[in-house]
């Protein structure tokens, strides 16, 4: 089975050309070798943050209190956390919880599929003011917490806001939010 065909099967509220638009020229590599898995490791070290892969840091920790000292000290309007659904599911969720659309741009060298669906631990996607960019990066700094700017928040044009990939996909937020609020009921009727 493809994903695109997960993708239709799983959702058939969404139409074959938004899911097209979201699947096109995406490899899934399930699972990587052991010299994928040393890479990582020597890049860890070599960007300092390999500490983290320890076990006497609760990483988990560090990020709750860097996310609420943030809010806190008004350096972010949002967050949300990426162990379910990856980030495909967070700006999803963002999205339509707050009507304005996204514009992403994946890091070279990262791979789509990972980079989206990932659900790894310790990770959030935050909405840091423009004004705040510099203090948020110094905290995140300060205890050694990677962190990358990967879009902005955007409330769409003419046609509405609509959450974007640069190169992978663009959908209204109409759309997703049609096929986000139709998926279980139509799951679930008799």
């Known amino acids: 089975m493809t994903f ?15 899911i097209s638009r979201m699947v096109a020229g995406m490899e899934a590599e399930i699972f990587r070798p052991d010299e994928e898995v040393k890479r990582l490791a020597r890049r860890a070290v070599e960007l300092g943050v390999d500490h983290h892969f320890t076990d006497d840091i609760d990483i988990e920790q560090v990020l709750a209190d ?6 806190h000290e008004g350096m972010i309007d949002a967050a949300h956390d990426l162990s379910d659904g990856g980030l495909a599911q967070a700006l999803v969720e963002s999205c339509l919880r ?40 110094d905290i995140c700094a300060a205890r ?31 759309e ?13 009727e008799n």
């Open 4 to 18: 695109f065909d997960f993708c239709k099967k799983a959702f058939p509220e969404i139409s074959d050309q938004a």
């Open 144 to 174: 050694g917490f990677a962190h990358q700017r990967i879009g902005v928040v955007d409330a769409g044009g003419a046609d509405g806001p609509e959450l974007a990939v640069e190169g992978l996909f663009s959908v209204p937020l109409e």
């Open 66 to 71: 860097l996310v609420v000292r943030a809010s």
């Open 98 to 137: 707050y009507g304005a659309g996204a514009r992403i741009r994946i890091p070279d060298g990262i791979d789509p599929f990972v980079f989206l669906f990932s659900e790894s631990q310790a990770r959030a996607i935050v909405s840091v003011r423009e004004s705040e960019e510099k203090r948020f990066a």
């Open 176 to 188: 997703l939010r049609t096929a986000h609020e139709a998926t279980f009921p139509a799951r679930f």
